[in-house]
T-cell receptor, first 112, second 114 residues
Framework: NAGVTQTPKFQVLKTGQSMTLQCAQD?????MSWYRQDPGMGLRLIHY???????DQGEVPNGYNVSRSTTEDFPLRLLSAAPSQTSVYFC???????????FGPGTRLTVL | AQSVSQHNHHVILSEAASLELGCNYS??????LFWYVQYPGQHLQLLLK??????LVKGIKGFEAEFIKSKFSFNLRKPSVQWSDTAEYFC????????????FGGGTRLMVKP
């Protein structure tokens, strides 16, 4: 049981490049979410999903896309990276019947 | 919109000093409350949580927090800090009308001097 996994751990992009941050969980959790962490701002919700095929926007969705084709995976896509997207990204999951969220180890992204 | 506030951005203490970190939220409905810790270079770890019942909750590593509903507060405390408590601490609230997602405070960086 690996919990919530994220890849890559580190990534450097140039402005305008695209990439996908991967997130997977093996706990059969229905809820999954993406947060970004910036100094002094805590973690802010980007997008979330309450089940396969269902996604919704969080507090800071602009510049990011998500999809949820399976229960296990919830990738986060940056279509055209900007320096403002330099951040640490955390994926989380939780069971629909629980209030406990489980966080992944994070991806540190730098956009030059 | 609901929000979570942590008033202390940076705290510096000497070992054995007592700690209290403030957390307030803006919402009059049902909430679930959490404190997370992030040690340097590591990911988030859950310190403690409150869902219902006794408003004084005890977590790992000697931390505790008290939910005061009338003050919309969930302050974190530890009677005697150690150098190993140096970390960033985040208060988070799950508002029952927000899709079961967490709203985080801005975090408090704690430095404990040996």
């Amino acid at each position: 049981n690996a919990g919530v996994t994220q890849t890559p751990k580190f990534q450097v992009l140039k402005t305008g490049q695209s990439m996908t941050l991967q997130c997977a969980q093996d706990m059969n959790h229905e809820y999954m979410s993406w947060y970004r962490q910036d100094p002094g701002m805590g973690l802010r919700l980007i997008h979330y999903s309450v089940g396969a095929g269902i996604t919704d926007q969080g507090e800071v969705p602009n510049g990011y896309n998500v999809s949820r084709s399976t229960t296990e995976d919830f990738p986060l896509r940056l279509l055209s990276a900007a320096p403002s997207q330099t951040s640490v990204y955390f994926c989380a999951s939780k069971d629909s019947g629980s209030n406990m969220q489980y966080f992944g180890p994070g991806t540190r992204l730098t956009v030059l | 919109a609901q929000s979570v506030s942590q008033h202390n951005h940076h705290v510096i203490l000497s070992e054995a000093a007592s700690l209290e970190l403030g957390c307030n939220y803006s919402y009059g409905g049902t909430v679930n409350l959490f404190w997370y810790v992030q040690y340097p270079g590591q990911h988030l770890q859950l310190l403690l949580k409150y869902f219902s019942g006794d408003p004084l909750v005890k977590g790992i590593k000697g931390f505790e927090a008290e939910f005061i509903k009338s003050k919309f507060s969930f302050n974190l405390r530890k009677p005697s800090v150690q150098w190993s408590d140096t970390a960033e601490y985040f208060c988070a609230v799950m508002f029952n009308n927000a899709g079961n997602m967490l709203t985080f405070g801005g975090g408090t960086r704690l430095m404990v001097k040996p």
